[in-house]
């Protein structure tokens, strides 16, 4: 699998074949799946174990590439590319997160509906 990113000199910095988008698609799909099956739980917490989890794998590759770029030239100089590796690592971090926040608003949304429908009931 040779998609990802690239920091040698003369090459694009993201590669993407076509036999991976597939895989990258049906894996994204499963993870927002199961990140709105943790978001409606009643422990609202377990829903940022897979935002979390994006993060901490985002930072640790932006160690490892800080480490493959300082082999053949300065991380200074690959700054720029280094920052929109991470921005792009951290694309699916943002989509996890805001569908957390969509499943969690929309269950506080539901809950103060029963509450008026309760407090209706009640008069």
């Known amino acids: 699998m ?3 990113f690239h920091f040698e000199e003369g090459t694009a910095l993201i590669i993407v074949e076509g036999q991976d988008i597939f895989i990258i698609l049906a894996l994204m799909a499963a993870a927002i799946a199961l990140e ?7 422990d609202g ?3 940022l174990v897979l935002p979390g989890l994006m993060l901490l794998r985002s930072v ?5 590439w800080m480490i493959q770029v300082s082999a053949y030239s ?3 100089a690959m700054g720029g590319e280094l920052c929109m590796a991470v921005l792009v690592e951290n ?8 569908v957390y926040g969509l499943c969690r608003l929309c269950k506080r949304w539901k809950t103060v509906q029963q509450l008026k429908k309760s407090r209706i009931q009640d008069l």
């Open 74 to 76: 300065s991380v200074s």
């Open 36 to 42: 709105i099956f943790l978001g409606v739980k009643k």
């Open 91 to 98: 694309v699916p971090t943002l989509l996890l997160l805001a």
């Open 45 to 47: 917490r377990l829903g």
């Open 2 to 4: 040779n998609t990802g």
């Open 60 to 64: 640790v590759k932006l160690i490892v």
